[in-house]
C-alpha cells in the first residue's frame, strides 16, 4: 500500500513538472516573438565609371556625350543612388517604404523633383484572401524587363525601352491568383510617373497576365488612359510582353517586347515607340556570369524624343550591351561594353564629326544588403 501512495505521488510530481516545463517553453515563446520581427530591412548602394571609346566623353556643345538611356549617362567616377527599403508583413497587412537618394534615385521620381524625391515606392496592402490582395499607394511599374534599381537588372545601364516607358504609378491594384500558376492584376492609376497626386483629373488603367513554374515566367501587360491634360494631350496605349526562362542550370534566355501608340487630338497620325529586346545570360562559375542585351528601338511619328529622326519623325537604334557580373559577398562588380548605332547621326566621332554609332564602357559596383 505504501509502495503503491509513493508510486502514484511520483507520478503526479512528474505530470506536474512537464507541464510547467511546458508551460515555461510557451511561455519564452511568446516571450521571444517581438513586436518588431515581422519588421524587414534591406537595400543597396552603388556607383559607376563610365567612358566613350569611340568618341569624346563631352559633345562640341560642352554636353555630355552617351546613350540617351538613364540613370548610367554620366561621364568619369559617378554615384548611382543609396537605397533603403523598409517593410512590414502582417498577416493580412503590411507595407513598404522604399527610399532612395542619389542621382539615380532622382532621375527615377523626376516628376516629384523639389518635393518627396526620396520615395521610391511607399504603399500599403491587404491580403483580402488567399487569392486577393489590394494595394494603394506608389509602386514600380509592372511593365518591362527593367527595374530602377541596379540589384534587379543584370546590365548596369539600362535599355531604350525601359527609359522611355512608365517607371512607377501611384494607384489602387488588385492583384488574383487564379492558380498556382496563373496570376492577374487590373489596377487604377494617376498619369504616369506622377506619384504624390494628380495635377490632370485624368486616371489610366492598368493590366496584366501572368503564367509562373519553377523555370520562368510569362508577364502580358497593358495600360491604357490620358497621360496629361485633356484636350492637349490624347490617350496613350501600351502592350509589353516580359519573359524568361531557364533553358539549363547554366543558361538563361529573357525576352522584352512593348508597343506604345498615343492618339493625337487634331489632325495627324498617332505617335510613339516599339522595341524588343533578348537578354542571353551564362553562368560560369559560382561567381561570374556573361550576359548580353540585344535590342531593337524605333520611334515613329516623332515619338518620344528619345532618338534624332528623319523628316517623317522616324528614327531607330540597335543596342548591344555585353556585361560581366562578378560577385565578391554582397559586393557585385559588372563590367560593360555597349555599342549604341542609330539609323540618324546622333552621336560625335574624335574629330567632333557627327557619327550613328558610340562604343563606351561602363563598371558598376553595386553593394546589396
Same mark, same amino acid.
Given at each position: 500500500?505504501?509502495?503503491?501512495?509513493?508510486?502514484?505521488?511520483?507520478?503526479?510530481?512528474c505530470?506536474?513538472? /512537464?507541464a510547467?516545463?511546458?508551460?515555461?517553453?510557451?511561455?519564452?515563446?511568446?516571450?521571444e516573438?517581438?513586436?518588431?520581427?515581422?519588421?524587414?530591412? $534591406? #537595400?543597396?548602394?552603388?556607383g %559607376?565609371?563610365?567612358?566613350?571609346?569611340?568618341?569624346?566623353?563631352?559633345?562640341?556643345?560642352g554636353?555630355?556625350?552617351?546613350?540617351?538611356?538613364s540613370f548610367?549617362n554620366?561621364?568619369?567616377?559617378? /554615384? *548611382?543612388?543609396?537605397?533603403?527599403?523598409l517593410g512590414?508583413?502582417?498577416?493580412?497587412?503590411?507595407f513598404?517604404?522604399?527610399?532612395? %537618394?542619389?542621382?539615380? #534615385?532622382?532621375?527615377?521620381v523626376?516628376?516629384?523633383?523639389?518635393?518627396?524625391?526620396?520615395i521610391?515606392?511607399?504603399? +500599403?496592402y491587404?491580403?483580402?484572401?488567399?487569392?486577393?490582395?489590394?494595394?494603394?499607394?506608389?509602386? $514600380?511599374?509592372?511593365?518591362?524587363?527593367?527595374?530602377i534599381?541596379?540589384t !534587379?537588372?543584370?546590365?548596369?545601364?539600362?535599355s531604350?525601352?525601359f527609359?522611355? *516607358?512608365?517607371?512607377?504609378?501611384?494607384?489602387?491594384?488588385?492583384?488574383f491568383?487564379?492558380?498556382?500558376?496563373w496570376?492577374?492584376?487590373?489596377?487604377?492609376? $494617376?498619369p504616369?510617373?506622377?506619384?504624390?497626386?494628380?495635377?490632370f483629373?485624368?486616371?489610366?488603367v492598368?493590366?496584366?497576365l501572368?503564367?509562373?513554374?519553377? $523555370?520562368?515566367?510569362?508577364?502580358?501587360?497593358?495600360?491604357?488612359?490620358?497621360?496629361?491634360?485633356? &484636350?492637349?494631350?490624347?490617350?496613350?496605349?501600351?502592350?509589353?510582353l516580359?519573359?524568361?526562362?531557364d533553358?539549363?542550370?547554366?543558361?538563361?534566355?529573357g525576352?522584352?517586347?512593348? %508597343?506604345?501608340?498615343?492618339?493625337?487630338?487634331?489632325?495627324?497620325?498617332?505617335?510613339g515607340?516599339?522595341? +524588343?529586346?533578348?537578354?542571353?545570360q551564362?553562368?560560369?562559375?559560382?561567381?561570374?556570369? /556573361?550576359?548580353?542585351? &540585344?535590342?531593337?528601338?524605333?520611334?515613329?511619328?516623332?515619338?518620344?524624343d528619345? /532618338?534624332?529622326?528623319?523628316?517623317e519623325g522616324? !528614327?531607330?537604334?540597335?543596342?548591344?550591351?555585353?556585361? *560581366?557580373?562578378?560577385?565578391?559577398?554582397?559586393?557585385t562588380?559588372?563590367?560593360?561594353?555597349r555599342?549604341d548605332?542609330t539609323?540618324?547621326?546622333s552621336f560625335?566621332?574624335?574629330?567632333?564629326?557627327?557619327?550613328?554609332?558610340?562604343i563606351?564602357?561602363?563598371?558598376?559596383?553595386i553593394y546589396?544588403f
Amino acid at each position: 500500500m505504501k509502495t503503491n501512495t509513493i508510486t502514484t505521488l511520483f507520478k503526479k510530481v512528474c505530470l506536474i513538472a /512537464l507541464a510547467f516545463i511546458s508551460f515555461t517553453a510557451v511561455a519564452q515563446d511568446e516571450e521571444e516573438k517581438k513586436w518588431f520581427d515581422n519588421f524587414s530591412v $534591406n #537595400g543597396s548602394v552603388d556607383g %559607376y565609371f563610365r567612358a566613350n571609346l569611340t568618341g569624346p566623353n563631352k559633345a562640341a556643345d560642352g554636353e555630355f556625350l552617351a546613350p540617351s538611356t538613364s540613370f548610367a549617362n554620366q561621364n568619369g567616377f559617378s /554615384l *548611382g543612388m543609396a537605397n533603403v527599403i523598409l517593410g512590414y508583413e502582417g498577416e493580412k497587412v503590411g507595407f513598404v517604404a522604399d527610399l532612395v %537618394y542619389g542621382p539615380r #534615385g532622382a532621375d527615377a521620381v523626376f516628376n516629384s523633383e523639389g518635393s518627396a524625391n526620396i520615395i521610391n515606392q511607399m504603399y +500599403v496592402y491587404w491580403n483580402v484572401s488567399e487569392k486577393v490582395t489590394l494595394t494603394m499607394g506608389n509602386f $514600380n511599374t509592372y511593365l518591362g524587363y527593367e527595374v530602377i534599381s541596379p540589384t !534587379g537588372n543584370f546590365n548596369y545601364s539600362t535599355s531604350y525601352m525601359f527609359s522611355y *516607358g512608365p517607371f512607377s504609378h501611384t494607384g489602387l491594384k488588385a492583384d488574383f491568383a487564379i492558380n498556382d500558376e496563373w496570376s492577374a492584376m487590373v489596377a487604377v492609376m $494617376n498619369p504616369t510617373d506622377y506619384t504624390e497626386n494628380n495635377p490632370f483629373d485624368t486616371y489610366i488603367v492598368g493590366a496584366q497576365l501572368g503564367y509562373a513554374v519553377d $523555370n520562368g515566367s510569362a508577364y502580358l501587360n497593358f495600360r491604357y488612359g490620358n497621360e496629361g491634360v485633356p &484636350g492637349e494631350v490624347g490617350p496613350t496605349f501600351q502592350a509589353d510582353l516580359t519573359t524568361g526562362w531557364d533553358l539549363s542550370e547554366d543558361f538563361y534566355l529573357g525576352i522584352n517586347g512593348t %508597343y506604345l501608340s498615343t492618339e493625337p487630338q487634331e489632325d495627324g497620325d498617332s505617335f510613339g515607340f516599339y522595341g +524588343v529586346a533578348l537578354y542571353p545570360q551564362y553562368k560560369t562559375s559560382e561567381s561570374f556570369t /556573361l550576359g548580353l542585351r &540585344g535590342e531593337y528601338f524605333a520611334e515613329y511619328s516623332g515619338g518620344v524624343d528619345a /532618338l534624332d529622326v528623319d523628316d517623317e519623325g522616324d !528614327g531607330s537604334v540597335f543596342a548591344a550591351t555585353l556585361t *560581366g557580373s562578378y560577385a565578391v559577398g554582397d559586393l557585385t562588380f559588372k563590367p560593360e561594353l555597349r555599342l549604341d548605332s542609330t539609323s540618324e547621326d546622333s552621336f560625335e566621332d574624335g574629330d567632333f564629326e557627327p557619327t550613328d554609332s558610340l562604343i563606351s564602357f561602363t563598371l558598376g559596383a553595386i553593394y546589396k544588403f
